[in-house]
């Protein structure tokens, strides 16, 4: 079956550290893989996403890129911000018409200035 | 500005008491969905929808139903609410293989 690990939080960084957020999956064939971010008090929002092995999805300076030979997509980071605190969500798809989506647990990050 | 709303964004109920939650979206979409978030549990899928008439339960679907009566609206029901069912409940739409866009949530207290 289909499911998503994602790093336990919470997380705390300084401003400026660099940033991981380790995600692996489980999945039969090739889904799309994708990185939601949830602001406090908001739904989530799509952050980046990548639809095939050694795509690399990018966007507001996160990065994440599918690795098909270790079953991940890890996000990364290289100068967090205080707005950058949120909880993140690894998540795949299904390969149905619709795209099913299957999250992670997701992880929390405070960054302090 | 197309856009996905739920109503309302906070509730307080009873035990046993029915529960209509909605949703509304202005993107067209065929696609809906609904998901409910706890702690150490991620999102999981309730209900989800591929167009009007059609339904389909998700991982955690007993205790909830769906109605799909035109594009806009997918109404979410809890025909009987417990305690177990407070959370956080999401709304979201995609069109045919494309990206969910997520609504602003509803917070769901059972008494």
């Known amino acids: 079956g289909n499911s998503v690990t994602q790093m336990e939080g919470p997380v705390t960084l300084s401003e400026e550290a660099f940033l991981t957020i380790n995600c692996t999956y489980t999945a039969t064939g090739y889904p799309s893989l994708f990185w939601y971010v949830q602001y406090p008090g908001e739904g989530l929002q799509l952050l980046l996403k990548a639809t095939k092995a050694d795509d690399k999805g990018s966007n507001k300076g996160f990065e994440a890129t599918y690795r098909k030979e270790t079953t991940s997509f890890h996000l990364e980071k290289g100068s967090v911000q205080v707005s950058d605190s949120a909880v993140y969500f690894c998540?795949?798809?299904?390969?149905?018409?619709?795209?099913?989506?299957?999250f992670g647990t997701g992880t929390r990050l405070t960054v302090i200035p | 500005d197309a856009e996905i709303t739920q109503s309302p964004r906070h509730k307080i109920t009873e035990t046993g008491r029915q529960v209509t939650l909605a949703c509304h979206q202005t993107?067209?979409?065929?696609?809906m969905f609904w998901y409910r978030q706890d702690l150490g549990h991620g999102l999981r899928l309730i209900h989800y929808?591929?167009?009007?008439?059609?339904?389909n339960k998700g991982e955690v679907s007993d205790g909830y139903s769906v109605s799909r009566s035109n594009t806009e609206d997918l109404p979410l029901t809890l025909e009987s609410a417990a305690s177990s069912q407070t959370s956080v409940y999401f709304c979201?739409?995609?069109?045919?293989?494309?990206?969910?866009?997520f609504g602003p949530g509803t917070r769901l207290l059972v008494l």
């Open positions: 998540a795949l798809s299904d390969l149905t018409g619709a795209n099913n989506l299957f």
């Open positions: 979201a739409s995609s069109d045919q293989g494309k990206t969910q866009y």
């Open positions: 929808s591929y167009g009007v008439q059609d339904t």
């Open positions: 993107w067209n979409h065929n696609n």
